[in-house]
């Protein structure tokens, strides 16, 4: 059974920063790109980030670049995602998610985690 569990949400104040991690079981690890997805009350969901199965290409929304870095471990089965100088706008909760390519379009992953929330305050 593939299992993708979200941690290290919480409240911040804007500016502050969160290191989400995603720990994966139950897949090949390798063989999968991850992503990072998020969703704002009211809003639809959005893609931030994804990396490959290599580890050496990572892709970012516009409004994450150069304050979101996402990064995998591929012996502890995680992926991560430091956040930085961070907005009232990046209030969401964040979903991990596995599939075949880092792509942007959620409909292209397999598997997807139950979401962490973060809360971003002035």
């Known amino acids: 059974q593939v299992q993708l569990v979200e941690s290290g949400g919480g409240l911040v104040q804007a500016g502050g920063s969160l290191r989400l991690s995603c720990a994966a079981s139950?897949?090949?690890?390798?063989?999968?790109?991850m992503g990072w997805f998020r969703q704002a009350p009211g809003k639809e969901r959005e893609f931030v980030a994804a990396?490959?199965?290599?580890?050496?290409?990572?892709y970012y929304a516009d409004s994450v670049k150069f304050r979101f870095t996402i990064s995998r471990d591929d012996a502890k089965t995680t992926v991560y995602l430091q956040m930085n100088s961070l907005k009232l706008e990046d209030t969401a909760v964040y979903y991990c998610?596995?599939?075949?390519?880092?792509?942007?379009?959620?409909?292209?992953?397999?598997?997807w985690g139950q979401g962490t929330q973060v809360t971003v305050s002035t």
């Open positions: 998610a596995a599939g075949p390519l880092p792509v942007g379009l959620g409909n292209k992953y397999y598997y």
């Open positions: 139950g897949l090949p690890f390798r063989d999968y790109a």
């Open positions: 990396i490959s199965r290599s580890g050496g290409s990572a």
